[in-house]
């Protein structure tokens, strides 16, 4: 798709060099893509962090953004302009981002901070300054396979509204997106940049997957017999994974999915992905009825099905690329979100029933773990590196039955660490630090197992925390506690919901800058769509039952310390007739039926590990809260017990855990 320049340069030679102008250091990668600009007559290049299929997670060969800049969270978008460069990211990586990128030649640009104003509006300024300048538009490059098909027109939107206040001209084009060049980093990245990956797919059972692909792809064509759709695209890599009931490991590190596109008309089904990953003989009768053709195939059989008579094609342009969207002319389009994006969100119940399996062999992992732990830093006095506390994590959950892999790189941070929140503990560098009896570690980790998707967060402090320690993680507990006690009606988005995990914290002046819940894959991403519970409002997706939603609210404070607290929760209905409904699919058959009733949803938890009673403030909890606590222990105890040893160490630490609290004094 998006292929490389012949003419490349070895990555690691540019590494080495260390230019000088005067005193100004000459980045040489910035050097290079520069002279690259110049030759293409380009004014700005903007390098993303998204893949073909604007994964969260992307492989290797696609961290065009990590390689040029430095700075390798999952989410940030650098631009590079003739004489400057930028970089955008988010409130989970202002701390990493800060120290990755090299100040002599990166302006970091923090997300939602006052007086930072956005990608798009930052270069329609920049156009109209100079447009103004020279009479000519901004010309602005691009590789449309790593951008959404959404970016062309809030950029281009950008450039009319900045020129109607900044040009005097009206009918002037300020900006220019310009499309047609293949990627400008590949040939800097040169050798050095890791291979495409074709790992295999696999077959996920019906006894996880729990409906057919014949049966999806009839649901699939039902919908677009309504859109009066003839062709269905689905461009990223969980929706592919989904529909085929197949899953991969090692193309994208910690998500269970391969690279690879899908169509469906009403006649075939097909399947675009390097013939590498399709060899094994299951996995050929388990495609029987599934065309397969090579992953660069897509482009032109939708631009063939385009210039077939009375086509139409539905083509989610949010989870698109730019490239696909582009080929597609506008009275042809659908552009409306994917039949499956729903389907996948809300589980069946053999999903359902994975995912809770899931959960209590991960708690059984997590109490070897911090059974292993505490022992190690109280008993034995030994201080423990935030590297080694992820690798024997890691071990602990690869001794459970179905485990594949981590479902996301582990956070470990150790005091000030913690206050990083997509921080990733590395060997040998200045940030590394060691836990013992006198900080606390904010340990956000998960797994994928065969069968489902875990996802956890628990702050522990194994000394004497600070009385201002317990008040701030009391208050993230309530906030906890808050949203997981929750009875809403449907047709609630996730934004109502939001303002329960905060009420504590605000109420004594503080927040955190993170939404409070994502969805969550089954046996897929760990994050996952459309619904969200966060304060951002425009996400009005509403929360529905067979969502698995996570709920970790938190609060940080920089140098010193982070605090969250997060379990991740079934959404199911209050009463037990519409569950039952739901699972058997009758539900649109009883709805008929009870017409009139309302329906009311609350939260079931899946998450089956202990909370550390010792960092909680009695006084600052109400006895419902505490109730909950307790009664949360006794279903652990009771889940996650009958998979350890009677007389283990992991037992012992689960019993004492799983004990009420102590309410003397309240």
Known sequence: MSSSATTTASSSTLEQKSATNGDVVVDPKLQALRAKMQELDLDVYIVPTDDPHLSEYTPLAYRRRGFLTGFHGSAGTAVVTKDEAFLWTDSRYFNEANLSLDANHWKLMKMGKPKVPTMTKFLGEHAAKHYNATSKPLQVGIDPFVHPATFKKELEESFTSTAAIEVDDDDATIGELVTSHTNLIDPIWGEDRPAIPTSPFRVHPMEYAGVSIADKVSKIRDEMEKKKATMAVFCTLDDVAYLFNMRAMGDVATSPVGIAYATVTKDDI??????????????????????????????????????????????????????????????????????????????????????????????????????????TVVEEGRSVSEVEIDQVLTGCRAKQPGFLELSFPTIAGVGSNGAIIHYSAKEGTDLLKYLDTSNPILLDSGGQYLYGTTDVTRTWHFGTPTAEFIDNYTRVLKGNIGVDTMIFPENVPGFVVDVFARKSLWEAGKDYGHGTGHGVGAALNVHEGPQSISPRWNNKEFLKKGMVVSNEPGYYEDGKFGVRVENLLEITYVKAEYN??????????????????????????????????????????????????????????????PLLDADSAAMKWLEKSCTKIDRKGR
């Open 270 to 375: 097909v399947l675009y992905c390097d013939s590498a990953k399709v060899q094994s003989a299951e996995v050929k009768e388990h495609l029987s009825a599934v065309t397969l053709k090579p992953y660069d195939g897509i482009v032109g059989d939708i631009e063939a099905h385009c210039k077939e008579s009375k086509t139409k094609v539905w083509i989610d342009k949010s989870r698109a690329n730019l490239a696909l969207v582009a080929i597609i002319p506008e009275k042809r389009l659908v552009d409306a979100q994917n039949a499956i994006t729903p389907m996948k969100a809300c589980k069946n119940k053999a999903e359902m029933e994975g995912m809770k399996k899931a959960h209590i062999v991960d708690g059984a992992a997590m109490a070897e773990f911090i059974s292993w732990l505490e022992h």
């Open 580 to 641: 039952e409904a739901y699972d058997n699919g009758t539900e649109e058959e009883a709805d008929e039926q009870k017409s009139a009733d309302k329906k009311f949803l609350k939260f079931e938890k899946l998450t089956m590990i202990p909370i550390q009673k010792s960092l909680i403030n009695i006084d600052l909890m109400t006895d419902d809260e505490l109730d909950w606590l307790d009664a949360y222990h006794e279903d652990v105890l009771a889940k996650v017990g």
